[in-house]
């Protein structure tokens, strides 16, 4: 995943990142968590590079090379990621999932990879 431009700087990355922190905050994570900044950042970052083939680690991967990030591993951001899901408020989470993806709510739901799919489908209806 090579990305041909700076979309951080495009005004619909703006606007995008905000739709996605605010949604993360309604599912009742805490924007503070260094697992929820990076999985904002990651659900950006792939939604701009349109990989449609997700592979959790690989996509990690690829960020990682993008913003030259090499003090953390693979393995220790998606730990980060899995701590700041199962820490997230999950009366919040569920009783507001349905409302921001539009589908009913499932326990399968909360992984890192299956989030990451449903932030991408949800970013591409917009």
Known sequence: MNCSYEY???????SFEQLVNN???NLGFNINNF??????????????NQDYDIYFDKVVSAFFKYRSINNIS????????????????YNIFKENFSTIFNIEYDYYFRSPKNL???????????
């Open 8 to 14: 951080t700087k495009d005004v619909k990355y703006k």
């Open 23 to 25: 949604s993360l905050i």
């Open 35 to 48: 697992g929820t900044k990076l999985l904002k950042d990651l659900i950006l970052y792939a939604y701009f």
């Open 74 to 89: 693979v393995n220790t951001a998606s730990h980060r990621i899995c701590y700041a899901i199962q820490n997230a408020n």
């Open 116 to 126: 990451l799919i449903l932030f991408i489908n949800n970013l591409n209806n917009k």
